[in-house]
């Protein structure tokens, strides 16, 4: 089991303190450093200090890390065009020296959308030009050099693109596709994707979901793709420090010890393994208060040798 770090900071960071996260983890031990991809805060609290664009974050921590990977989850295809987005992660993959990772959905916060003037389809069309986009990604970083890579979709057009610059990671970075969907994201998972994720769901719904990718995959010939959680965590040596940690988290300790990551460093180690065993390779750790390092340094220290 890899246990990653995974950060909201849309919810009120600056790249500095980003970028004191990514270093603390990679410091740690733990496998990669997320974070998520928005422009606005979602739910009510202060906006400031406003929003970081993750790909630019990206490439920064690119060249501030050595060994932690990064990664998206999950960049929406609504925010960029696929040919400018395989052009970006490539670059930034090449900066990393092949760390990275792409998580890609099909956007879902009209208002963020709103408020930066960014088109919002309805659902049926963010799907197709999800798909258009992850065809157009793989065929762009997998087209041999000196070859050109032509597409004609319904949304997005490509004629004789150089289909430059290559990523370092080879024949490219990891593809990662989530959600719950019962239908859809399944069978595009078992077509692209190298990881399916399931956040912040129960173990009961994530072995639904986990059954429903693998038997996606059965159908397209599909083995060795890997399954994950994203869950909120809170760690503390006693219940009043679960407690605090998990108020600023913005959840109810009873609930989130319920349906999330909160306990004691054994707890969580239990819990952890119950999604192991339904055949989670990776875990997510979702966190929230990005001041509280020592909340990192509990989790490797106690959790992390364990799982």
């Given at each position: ?5 995974f ?8 790249y ?7 270093r ?10 997320f ?7 979602i ?7 406003g ?16 060994t ?25 993959d090449?900066m ?20 930066y003037?960014?088109?919002f ?20 970083w ?5 070859e ?7 949304h997005?057009r490509?004629?004789?693109?150089p289909?430059l ?16 969907g ?10 692209f994707a190298?990881?399916?994720n ?31 959680a994203?869950?909120?965590?809170a ?11 998990a108020?600023?988290?913005?959840h109810?300790p009873a ?7 909160a306990?004691?460093?054994?707890e ?8 192991a065993?339904?055949?989670?390779e ?24 364990h799982?």
């Amino acid at each position: 089991m890899k246990l990653r770090i995974f950060t909201e900071p849309q919810q009120g960071a600056t790249y500095e303190e980003l970028l004191t996260v990514a270093r603390t983890a990679e410091r740690l031990g733990f496998d990669a450093f997320f974070r998520s991809d928005h422009y606005m805060r979602i739910g009510p609290g202060d906006p400031g200090p406003g929003p970081t664009d993750a790909w630019t974050t990206l490439a920064g921590l690119a060249r501030e890390t050595s060994t932690i990977r990064l990664g998206t989850l999950v960049t929406p295809a609504t925010f960029r065009l696929p040919g400018p987005l395989a052009v970006s992660v490539a670059q930034v993959d090449q900066m990393s020296g092949g760390r990275i990772e792409l998580g890609l959905g099909t956007g879902w916060f009209d208002a963020e959308h709103t408020a930066y003037g960014i088109p919002f389809p309805p659902v049926s069309e963010r799907f197709a030009r999800f798909e258009e986009q992850l065809e157009i990604l793989v065929g762009l970083w997998t087209t041999p050099e000196g070859e050109t890579f032509s597409f004609e979709g319904a949304h997005y057009r490509l004629a004789d693109s150089p289909a430059l610059p290559k990523p370092a990671q080879r024949p490219r970075p990891p593809i990662i596709i989530g959600g719950f969907g019962a239908r859809r994201t399944p069978r595009l998972a078992a077509r692209f994707a190298d990881e399916y994720n399931l956040p912040f769901h129960t173990l009961a719904d994530t072995e639904l979901a986990f059954g429903r990718v693998r038997e996606a995959c059965e159908e397209h010939g599909r083995t060795g793709i890997v399954l994950s959680a994203a869950q909120t965590v809170a760690v503390g040596a006693d219940g009043k420090e679960v407690a605090r940690r998990a108020e600023a988290a913005g959840h109810d300790p009873a609930v989130l010890r319920e349906s999330g990551l909160a306990g004691t460093p054994a707890e969580v180690v239990d819990k952890i393994g119950e999604f192991a065993g339904l055949g989670a390779e990776r875990v997510y750790l979702q966190v929230m208060d990005l001041s509280d390092l020592d909340h990192l340094e509990l989790i490797a220290a106690e959790v992390l040798p364990h799982v």
